[in-house]
């Protein structure tokens, strides 16, 4: 009897293990280990010809967003096409991905470099290429790379150049491209997007034509004053109301520019709804920093705008205390590029810990939001510029962060219906009171921490909830039982909740915190099962910057305009004041992307 017990526990393991070996491998931060990796599982053909491979062959690896998978064709030895079937964030993990496969098929190596800001996709697509090819019986230390043209050049001289290729950078390029201006990008990461591709709720406009449509009574007035309000009136009247009075015009620009923003819901400090969201395909709510970049990029590529990747900008060229271009390193050497005019749009600075607890030392130990390439680099290169910089310690803290890993879970989700709950299973806040507010009140809840709580309605309309329980952000309960038990809360009190909850909706009205626009509501939250993640507070958005005018121009210390340099984004400081509102971020990178651009060309003419 023993005797069998030991062969059937042999049997296990030795099933176990084999079906280990079988699994595809996570890819790890370096190509060397993936290379590793891969060694100890393959079977080479060590003595195989490579010049008579050719076929299809197939291979796989874990990415960001799931498996990541690649059909390699070879036509002897050579690769001539890679197919791939991936879930990556559009403007990050698969724009990194398509250049990583340019090379891969012009060098005919995957001896590349990862794409830095989207350095686990491509990594992991390198590995699954390099599976497809061991598939084939290729060791891919053994194909034959091919010489291709090194086309850096240096210097290069351009009408203007633009200092990153997030939404403010883009906007810029687009606008002076579609003016008839030679205009240059100079991007510090292997992407575009920065901070923009992590936007996720909306752009906030006001006196739109979709707001007339679907009956809103906004106006440019209401607009200011949330502004102003939530900002905590340190703002700048000027430029807020520069933003709020191009924000209708800026969301047409967007749709003549193939970016349609075509659904309306709820940010925190809305008096009316005014945040402007995208959908896909199939009428579902998508995240609006991925979709604007991925077609911003496209059409700045489509105009011949110039971009030049993995070039980090460390000086603004200076003559006669006019700005005349920037110097930025790059793998290659240094790269100067000589322009008339100069748009720095490079970001803020809250993926930098240091800068931020230097500005704000109560946040250290948050966990941060931000794109890893938004480390502030504009902050010594313009005060090296003779830049001033106003609100450096106005930092904001998002309240819906996972804090395992800094991922946002959107706002605009608790705008189209989600609630937060504390550690009791109770409602404790109006969920679309500002940033800062909701934050702070998460801080007082037990454990500093709440619940964001969604249910099936709302994850059937939305491809942007699916897109976090696919990443494993959400948990599932089917029922009150069960979210009780994930909350570790008692269920009767979870159940009176979400029953009151519904109450509050079909009456609309919230006697607890005063929440309004349930009537707008996608749900009422009353479709089991339910979706819910454990959220703090996380470093998000730094409202301070380089001090500009009307014009984007960049402010000097002695409080004159610095001719020919201009700032837009994060990057500049006095939009948002003490606390930005969602949904304006976008709304500023586009107006005064666009604004910057426009002030740079009647400056050169």
Not at 72 to 82: A, F, N
Not at 178 to 186: A, I, L, M, P, R
Not at 361 to 383: C, H, M, Q, R
Not at 484 to 489: D, M, P, Q
């Amino acid at each position: 009897m023993k005797a069998k017990k030991l062969f059937a526990s042999l049997s296990l393991i030795l099933a176990l293990t084999s079906c280990a070996s079988q699994s595809p491998k996570t890819t790890d931060e370096t190509k060397e280990d993936v290379k590793t990796e891969e060694s100890a599982s393959k079977e080479s053909k060590e003595d195989s010809n490579i010049e008579e491979i050719s076929g299809t062959y197939e291979g796989s690896a874990k990415g960001y967003g799931g498996d990541i998978k690649v059909k390699v064709t070879l036509d002897k030895g050579e690769i001539t096409d890679i197919e791939t079937e991936e879930s990556e964030t559009k403007s990050v993990g698969s724009a990194g991905i398509e250049r990583v496969k340019e090379e891969i098929i012009a060098k005919n190596s995957t001896d590349v470099d990862r794409t830095t800001g989207a350095t686990i996709s491509s990594a992991a697509f390198i590995s699954a290429v390099n599976e497809a090819l061991l598939t084939a019986g290729i060791d891919s230390d053994k194909l034959v790379a091919k010489e291709i043209e090194d086309d850096f050049k240096t210097p290069i001289e351009t009408d203007v150049v633009v200092v990153g290729s997030g939404g403010a950078g883009l906007s810029a390029a687009i606008q002076l491209a579609q003016d008839g201006k030679n205009v240059t990008v100079v991007e510090k990461a292997g992407i575009t997007g920065g901070n923009s591709s992590l936007a996720s709720g909306g752009m906030n406009a006001s006196e739109t034509k979709l707001q007339e449509k679907e009956g809103i009574p906004d106006t440019n007035e209401l607009f200011f004053e949330d502004t102003m309000k939530g900002g905590h009136d340190i703002n700048n009247p000027d430029l807020v109301r520069k933003m709020v009075d191009s924000s209708s015009e800026a969301i047409d620009w967007l749709e003549d520019n193939g970016a349609p923003l075509t659904q309306l819901k709820f940010s925190g400090g809305q008096s009316e709804m005014r945040t402007h969201a995208p959908v896909n395909d199939e009428g579902k709510s998508i995240p609006v920093g991925s979709y604007l970049v991925d077609k911003l990029t496209t059409k700045a590529k489509e105009l011949g705008v110039d971009i030049i990747y993995d070039a980090r900008v460390k000086e603004i060229l200076m003559e006669d205390g006019k700005a005349k271009g920037v110097l930025a390193e790059t793998n290659k050497g240094n790269l100067t590029v000589n322009a008339k005019a100069v748009i720095v749009a490079s970001g803020g600075f809250g993926a930098n810990m240091d800068m931020v607890v230097e500005y704000k030392p109560e946040l250290e130990g948050y966990v941060s939001t931000n794109a890893k390439s938004i480390t502030g680099d504009a902050v010594n290169f313009l005060k090296e510029a003779g830049a001033n910089f106003i609100d450096m310690d106005q930092i904001q803290i998002h309240p819906t962060v996972v804090q395992k890993d800094g991922s946002l879970i959107s706002e605009g989700l608790r705008g189209e219906g989600a609630i937060l709950l504390n550690q009791k299973g109770e409602r404790f806040v109006d969920e679309l009171e500002t940033r800062d507010f909701v934050s702070k009140t998460i801080l007082d809840q037990e454990g500093k921490a709440a619940y964001l709580l969604v249910d099936q309605k709302m994850m059937d309309e939305s491809a942007t909830i699916q897109k976090y329980y696919d990443k494993g952000l959400l948990e599932k309960a089917e029922d009150y039982k069960a979210l009780a038990e994930i909350i570790g809360c008692d269920e009767e009190t979870v159940k009176n909740t979400l029953e009151k909850w519904k109450e509050i909706c079909a009456n609309n009205e919230d006697p607890d915190f005063g929440r309004k626009g349930m009537d707008k509501s996608k749900s009422d939250l009353s479709k089991a099962p339910y979706y819910l993640v454990k959220i703090a507070p996380g470093i998000h958005h730094t409202m301070g910057g380089v001090e500009v005018n009307t014009n984007s121009e960049v402010i000097s210390k002695e409080s004159a305009p610095i001719p020919g340099l201009y700032a837009a984004g994060e990057v500049t400081g006095g939009v948002h004041g003490a606390n930005r509102l969602g949904g304006n971020a976008v709304t500023d990178i586009v107006v005064f992307g666009r604004n910057a651009a426009k002030s740079a060309e009647e400056y050169i003419k």
